[in-house]
């Protein structure tokens, strides 16, 4: 997928072009929400490209609002408001419903994407666990909840290997790989895939070593997604008080530098595999 063209960043799309169009005509959010008799929330989340695509009749009468009235802006407004309406396989019911807030959107952003980086604490990064590591992180959830959030992460993993894979560059720390989660023999096989993970070409694999001193990816985890030259990146932090997305110029040069210096410190992608197979025979004893 060389150029993202899926729904979630069409309608971020759509919703940028609304904020410089009412920007354009020096009008608020307000005046937006009067026009349509709507709240100033509904037309904060159309401009963030957030939850369904907003109606080709409102998309017109803000287009009125707004002074636009050259037929080819309109119908390029228009266009992108049509594509955007289509849905994901991530919006259906059954994976709406266990999908924590906000996650949907990150979903949809990562199935968009051309190019993804990830630093990763506490688990295996969710593009490279395998289906019984997926299952054990989601453990302490109701069983039929796990199996959708589990058939969540393998669906999220065809980007990687379909016909224009996402280009993964993830960087983890060693602790993840001594944590047991799921046993001994779930681990012995996420260790095997991450092994095979990183020989892949679209894939890039490091691990920070323990012995290294403080380093700013002890703050916590984040992943910086990349797109098509006219979208901007977009930061990604999950925590337990829920996920937040980061888009200023400043919030993403700091994840960037954040995300140089853990790589620069990482075992290189040579060293990161060895280190892997180093890893297996150890595994295969505890099974």
Known sequence: MSEPGGPTVRKRRLGGELRRLRERAKLDQAAAA?????STSKISRMETGQGIAPKALEVTRLLDLYGVTDE??????????????????????EYEEVLASGHGVYVGLEYDARALQVWEL???????????????????????SVDRLVDVRMQRQRRLTDAHPLELWAVIDESV????????EVMRDQIRSLAAAARQPNITLQVYPARKDVHPGLRGAFSLLEFGPSDPRIGYVDSPSGNTFLEKDRQIRSLVYTMDRLRAGALDPEETAALLDGLLPAAEENT
């Open 122 to 144: 506490g688990y295996v990064p969710g593009l490279l666990q395998t289906r019984d590591y997926a299952r054990a992180v989601h453990a302490a959830l109701p069983p039929e």
């Open 72 to 93: 080819a802006e309109r119908a390029k407004i228009m266009d992108i408001r049509r594509s955007a309406s289509e849905k994901g396989w991530w919006e259906q019911a």
């Open 34 to 38: 009067a026009h349509l008799e709507c």
């Open 177 to 184: 790989l001594g944590r047991q989660v799921g046993g001994p």
